[in-house]
Nanobody, 128 residues
Framework: QVQLVESGGGWVQAGGSLRLSCAAS????????VGWFRQVPGKEREFVAA????????YYAESVKGRFTISRDNAKNTADLQMNSLKPEDTAVYSC?????????????????????WGQGTQVSVSS
């Protein structure tokens, strides 16, 4: 079992930055891929970024590429999402997720069904 807790959300003006952190319990976290997803009311949860268990491979949604950076520290059991140049359309509840099963194909990193454990989410609000 892995429990995930997000932190670092808040309110920021457009163009600003926030850093989200996902803290995990459980000794096996270092072997899990981690993804960040976001959701606004009335819409499907959407993929934002993902990182392989080793941290060697990362994936990003086109809408955040070049602005967001995902990273992880397996020694600390954390995975972070650095968000720069934020836009009002980035406003959402951001959740981190961990995949217990190994993900072999890049497509599946972007799919919420690949992830077994989810945090409760943290609100990010960007004003224009």
């Amino acid at each position: 079992q892995v429990q995930l807790v997000e932190s670092g959300g808040g309110w920021v003006q457009a163009g600003g930055s926030l850093r989200l952190s996902c803290a995990a319990s459980g000794r096996t976290f270092s072997s899990y891929a981690v993804g960040w997803f976001r959701q606004v009311p009335g819409k499907e949860r959407e993929f934002v970024a993902a990182i392989s268990w080793s941290g060697g491979t990362t994936y990003y949604a086109e809408s955040v590429k070049g602005r967001f950076t995902i990273s992880r520290d397996n020694a600390k059991n954390t995975a972070d999402l650095q968000m720069n140049s934020l836009k009002p359309e980035d406003t959402a509840v951001y959740s981190c997720a961990a995949a217990q099963r190994e993900i072999w194909r890049s497509y599946y990193y972007t799919q919420k069904g690949s992830y077994d454990y989810w945090g409760q989410g943290t609100q990010v609000s960007v004003s224009s």
